[in-house]
């Protein structure tokens, strides 16, 4: 146990080497990133360019795992750390898609009505189709 | 890149990373509060700095391209922990599969509808259809089907935090009580936001919140352009 949280430690103690890291496994997710749009284009689909890339990267790991755990702990091991930092602080990435907004304004004053009903009223439907299927279906494990 | 648009890059960069870090802080002193979301707070301080400043909203959104353009990466990102918890998936196939295409298609169509329903406009509705699933995915979506990616955004968020508020109590009024299923419940209604408000309950929960973000994303970014067409 001990050696072991010194081996990690040892590890994160290079800053240069975590940083080289962190660079490679972003450059790694822009590479999906483009794939998933040349995939959207080259095969019509209307799926969002990004999102292709979440299932490829997804399929990938989880292939990796099954046959090749060294490239799956290399994949993880670069594209962890960033990928969970950017999927932290994922807030700040929207604010200025966000912000427009204020370009919105005169839409929000006529239809007010129908935004707040319709956002209420599907957050409440959704929220109860969910719960209520998944309880209905899922392996009783756990009944408080 | 000239050196002025450099600067005026770095300036409003620097000014909206500021304000996520208020944000931040307001989170912190609130205990977590879902009220206090650092991305909402940021987008109501830079907004009231562009009016009061004059600024167009276009260059604002052209100085800040390197954090749109992280949008991207994040979103692929989405993936490691939708792989890392699909031996969850897998246990509970029936109830995942079932649960979360339910509440998809339900928050899709029942947002649409009720737009409709109240008079609203064409362009509303779809801005409103993909506003479940995370923000990211929600704009791409929004874009796809005619929507409007801002207020897609804004409602997302808005959305978000309406279903950390009231996820629990609605689902144990209604007797779901099922960890697993409040926790998908709140990732598919709701997002990170929601998730990370259930993320408290224990790793079951917040294990199913992110299985239910991710999944979401996918099944609403291939149903969307098909219900949109449809609605």
Redesign the interface.
């Known amino acids: 146990m001990d050696h072991e949280i010194k081996i990690g430690n040892s590890k994160a103690g290079h800053p240069i080497g975590l940083a080289l890291k962190g660079a490679i496994g972003?450059l790694l997710?822009?590479v999906?990133?483009i794939v998933?749009k040349h995939c959207k284009v080259s095969f019509h689909l209307?799926?969002?360019?990004?999102?292709i890339?979440?299932?490829?990267?997804?399929?990938i790991?989880?292939a990796a795992?099954r046959f090749h755990p060294f490239f799956h702990r290399q994949l993880?091991e670069h594209?962890?750390p960033?990928?969970?930092l950017?999927?932290a602080?994922?807030?700040?990435?929207?604010?200025?898609?966000?912000?427009?907004?204020?370009?919105?304004g005169e839409?929000l004053r006529h239809?007010w009505?129908?935004?707040v009903?319709?956002?209420?009223?599907?957050?409440?439907?959704?929220?109860?189709?969910?719960?209520?299927?998944?309880?209905?279906?899922?392996?009783?494990q756990?009944?408080? | 890149m000239s050196v002025h648009s450099f600067l005026i890059s770095a300036l409003w960069t620097g000014i909206t990373i500021a304000c996520y870090l208020i944000g931040l802080g307001c989170k912190r002193i609130s205990r977590n509060n879902a009220l206090a979301n650092p991305a909402l707070i940021t987008i109501v301080l830079v907004s009231v700095l562009l009016i009061t400043t004059h600024t167009p909203y276009t260059t604002y959104f052209r100085a800040t391209w390197v954090l749109t353009f992280l949008l991207g990466p994040a979103t692929v990102a989405l993936g490691i922990p939708l792989a890392k918890n699909f031996t969850h998936i897998r246990q509970s196939l029936l109830g995942v599969g079932v649960g979360l295409v339910a509440g998809s298609v339900v928050s899709m169509v029942s947002g649409a509808l009720l737009v409709r329903l109240f008079h609203g406009s064409n362009e509303l509705a779809v801005s409103l259809m993909p506003k479940a699933v995370t923000t990211p995915i929600a704009m791409s979506v929004a874009e796809e089907i005619g929507g409007v990616p801002a207020l897609t955004a804004t409602l997302a968020i808005v959305g978000g935090i309406l279903t950390a508020i009231t996820v629990k109590a609605t689902l144990t009024f209604f007797r779901v009580e099922h960890e697993h299923a409040v926790g998908l419940a709140a990732g598919t209604a709701g997002s990170g936001i929601a998730a990370s408000h259930v993320a408290a309950m224990g790793d079951g929960p917040a294990a199913f919140a992110a299985i239910g973000i991710g999944l979401n994303g996918l099944v609403t970014a291939l149903l969307a352009p098909m219900l949109a067409s449809w609605l």
Do not use: D, N
């Open positions: 972003l997710l822009v999906f990133v998933g209307t799926l969002p360019g990004p999102v890339g979440l299932a490829l990267l997804a399929g790991l989880l795992e993880s594209v962890g960033v990928g969970r950017l999927v602080h994922m807030g700040l990435l929207f604010v200025p898609a966000g912000v427009g907004i204020i370009t919105e839409r239809e009505l129908p935004v009903v319709a956002m209420a009223g599907s957050i409440f439907l959704s929220m109860l189709a969910t719960g209520w299927l998944m309880q209905r279906f899922a392996p009783k756990r009944k408080p």
